[in-house]
């Protein structure tokens, strides 16, 4: 499947310019960078169209298993990747199982969502029609971060686009909208419903905001989006925000404090007051919000920088070193053969060890792992970890922990 030539206002990126409509002219003018996740995606990609098309149209298996050989033998291939288009594959037909008669599949459709999104299309991964319900299904092989399909726009303009075009066959039949993301690797599976009105209303509601992104005059609106920008190194607006860590300037440790600010903070904790001088609970959650921006964002300065240096161009006051690095034999088998030769035994000499359920369940696929070990595995809760409020998981319970066995500290 060759890269996708994608639209200024891509419906991949549209949590970026809803949220900051500046960006889409801005990134127009950086270069685009690919990376091997991309890649790998691309072909995970190919292969669960080709299962998709297996499985739901006429092919022979002749030419399923010579188009399938020859995608797994690009050099990006992963057997990892068979296992998760199988997911995908079985999600899929369980989808399909949930119309009253099979529905009319087709994989990697173009939509075209320009009537809400100047010159907007982009490309199903799979779409599924029967009766009332158009259903899309985005597949994603990577595995950063989750991505939810509730209120998804990138999954709202597919649909629009996938209405659209199958208008002229299904009419006004379509009364639903069913989209889910399926994300194998992460085993994250997410879908959400609305009907057909609620989908145009919302397509409605984006066009001036769109209009304003297409134009050139948008607003740069820093925030969480600016993660997948390509200018988040170089935005000067980004650099701003990060800047607003000045508001806390008067934050100063206690010993900066001057001798009466000192007294009066004995003075309040010898009365069992709170002393002043010191941040607020308030404070600290604005503070930790402040920080995991500015934390990403010198994140993304240095991978400019480090970028920069090894293409020769400068950074002033910056240079590259050799990073750490571990001793390592030349040849292993014959380092270790020499140590046998030397009097130690081999037992000695290698450690035994299974491998981690991880990879046991890599080793033998998802379903054969579930029936012979399913009943060994458990999963304890995870040790606790900072979120912000917002976070749709439940929030964590030390009874329950401490209750399974698990206590915070361990
Ligand atoms: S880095 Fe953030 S603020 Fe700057 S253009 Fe990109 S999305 Fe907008």
């Known amino acids: 499947m060759p890269p996708e030539k994608h639209a200024l206002l891509s419906a991949s990126s549209a949590s970026r310019w809803l949220a900051c409509t500046a960006a889409p002219r801005f990134e127009e003018g950086l270069p685009e960078s690919t990376s091997d996740y991309a890649e790998e995606g691309r072909l995970a990609h190919a292969i669960a169209e080709l299962k998709v098309l ?14 399938l050989n020859k995608l797994k033998k690009e050099a990006r291939y992963d057997p990892e990747m068979d296992k998760t288009t ?3 594959l079985e999600h899929l037909l369980e989808q399909a199982m949930t119309y009253n008669s099979p529905p009319t599949v087709a994989a990697e459709v173009k939509v075209d969502f320009a009537d809400y999104v100047p010159e907007g299309f982009g490309t199903c991964d799979c779409v599924m029609i029967g009766g009332d319900t158009l259903c899309i299904t985005d597949y994603k092989h990577g595995k950063g971060v989750p991505v939810s399909a509730e209120g998804n726009p990138q999954m709202r303009l597919y649909a629009l686009g996938a209405l659209k075009r ?6 006004d039949a379509i009364k639903k ?4 993301i399926d994300q194998p ?22 066009k001036p905001t769109a209009q304003k992104a297409f134009s050139g005059l948008g607003e740069f609106v820093p925030g969480d989006h600016c993660r997948f920008c390509r200018g988040k190194a170089q935005c000067r607006a980004r650099a701003g925000v990060n800047t607003a860590l000045e508001d806390f300037a008067g934050c100063v440790p206690a010993g900066s404090l001057s001798p009466e600010e000192l007294q009066s903070m004995e003075a309040a904790k010898a009365s069992g007051m709170e002393a002043p001088g010191l941040l607020t609970d308030e404070e600290i959650g604005d503070l930790l919000v402040r920080g995991k ?31 750490r690095s571990d001793r390592a034999f030349t040849d292993q088998d014959a380092a270790l053969k020499a140590i046998m030769e030397a009097g130690y035994d081999e037992a000695v000499i290698y450690e035994r060890k299974p491998l981690t359920l991880a990879q046991l ?6 379903k054969p792992f579930e029936e012979a070990v399913g009943g060994y595995v458990i999963k304890p809760p995870g040790k606790p970890k ?25």
């Not at 909208?177 to 889910?180: D, E, Q, T």
């Not at 419903?193 to 989908?199: A, D, M």
């Open 386 to 410: 900072l979120a912000e409020a917002s976070d749709k998981r439940e929030a964590y319970n030390p009874a329950a922990a401490d209750f399974s066995g698990v206590s915070s500290d361990a």
């Open 185 to 206: 690797r992460l085993d994250s599976y997410t879908t959400d419903t609305i009907t057909v009105e609620e989908l145009r209303a919302w397509g409605e509601s984006i």
């Open 361 to 366: 369940e890599k080793l033998m696929g998802k």
């Open 177 to 180: 909208v069913r989209m889910s």
């Open 54 to 67: 297996k499985k739901f149209t006429i092919m022979t298996n002749r030419t399923y298993n010579s188009r």
């Open 166 to 171: 199958y208008a002229p066959i299904f009419g």
């Open 293 to 323: 921006l500015l934390v990403q964002w010198y994140k993304d300065l240095e991978e400019y920088a480090t970028t920069a240096l090894l293409n020769g161009k400068p950074i002033p006051g910056w240079k590259l070193v050799a990073g």
């Open 86 to 88: 199988d997911l995908y």
